[in-house]
């Protein structure tokens, strides 16, 4: 049992520097607005790993049955995305009809937006069980909250520079309380910075946001490592975690409204959306913290010899992957 453990958390340290791009969980997007009576514009952008994809053939779309292509649809080449374009005339009302695409890869998802003159916006997610949906005469706050709350969870798990933080800040301190109250200091500081940039009342540039993020989780690394080293006074970060926490998710707020602001936020359901893709965020989060304190337990409980190899492990695999995020972004 002990040496298993002792494989599998070596294991997870390498698996850690799998991730070569820290990019923002980056949904399919989908939206298709209404530009005068009748006539309706629809967009879509497809994130893609190669160049060779944003050169492939147009997805199958899933239009309203009462719409019709007079112009497009066309494709053209972005960084990391397929962009779409088409200009639809339909007839009537939009409600429940279909609109999606005809099929999504396993695990993938898509948002999708329908925009109307003079009606309140509607959001919904795709999901490859799902990849179309009726398009309802009202949204309702419930199915934009689902929506949101869904890609909140997603943009935690799946965004590998906040999840490192965490992780790596999770392993710095010591004892349940600590935990618990680094914790909290994270969630209401970049709540903070969250809503107070969407709602237009804070900002800064994204670029020197991405730098800054990658070097808060270097700094954890740093301090991760030092509590290895003997005769080493404790530092700031030891001593008030939960300081640490604050000021970083201050900056961590920034990178969240920064994917927010990409995604967008539906029209007349804007403090429904944003809660709960705050709330998903603490769900991930959260999530995440329970598996660390968890592994952490067993291995300390089973195989404590091997805590120390494998933390060190874990402590190189952060610092190495958020120095590589750093020069990246500071040279893009």
């Known amino acids: 049992m002990r040496s298993w453990l002792g494989w599998l958390l070596t294991c997870c340290a390498v698996l850690l520097a799998v991730p070569a791009s820290a990019d923002e969980i980056r949904p399919a997007i989908v939206e298709l607005s209404e530009q005068e009576p009748g006539e309706w514009l629809l967009d879509w952008k497809l994130p893609i790993a190669s160049a060779d994809q944003a050169a492939g053939p147009v997805p199958a779309l899933v239009i309203p049955e009462s ?3 007079i112009e497009g649809p066309v494709l053209r080449a972005a960084p990391l995305a397929q962009l779409g374009h088409g200009r639809l005339r339909c007839e009537g009302t939009l409600a429940e ?3 999606g695409f005809a099929a999504l890869p396993s695990g993938s998802d898509a948002l999708l937006r329908v925009v109307p003159i003079g009606q309140a916006s509607q959001t919904s997610r795709l999901t490859s069980d799902m990849p179309s949906v009726l398009i309802a005469a009202a949204p309702t706050t419930w199915s934009v909250a689902l929506s949101y709350f ?3 969870v997603e943009h935690i ?3 590998w520079d906040h999840l490192l933080f965490v992780i790596a800040l999770v392993l710095l301190v010591r004892g349940g309380w600590s935990v618990v109250k680094a914790a909290t200091a994270f969630t209401i500081a970049h709540s903070v910075t969250l809503v ?3 709602l237009g009342y804070a900002g800064l540039p994204q670029r020197p946001v991405e730098a800054l993020i990658a070097l808060s989780i270097l700094f954890l690394a740093v301090e991760l490592h030092a509590l290895g080293q003997p005769d080493r006074t404790m530092s700031w970060t030891q001593r ?3 300081l640490v926490a604050l000021g970083f ?3 961590h707020g920034f990178g969240f409204a920064g994917a927010l602001s990409e995604i967008g936020l539906p029209t007349g359901e804007v403090p429904a959306a944003l809660l709960a893709f ?11 913290i329970a598996a660390v304190l968890c592994l952490r337990w067993l291995v300390l409980r089973w195989a404590p010899q091997a805590w120390p190899i494998a933390l060190k492990l874990i402590t190189y695999a952060i610092g190495t992957i958020a120095s590589f995020w750093l020069f990246e972004r500071l040279l893009t």
Do not use: D, S, Y
Not at 278 to 288: K, P, R
């Open 278 to 288: 705050n709330i998903g965020v603490e769900a991930g989060q959260l999530l995440v």
């Open 150 to 152: 869904a890609i909140g």
């Open 249 to 251: 998710g201050l900056l």
């Open 157 to 159: 798990l799946l965004g």
């Open 196 to 198: 107070a940039t969407t």
């Open 67 to 69: 719409c019709a292509f």
């Open 97 to 99: 009809q279909r609109i």
């Open 240 to 242: 008030a975690p939960w």
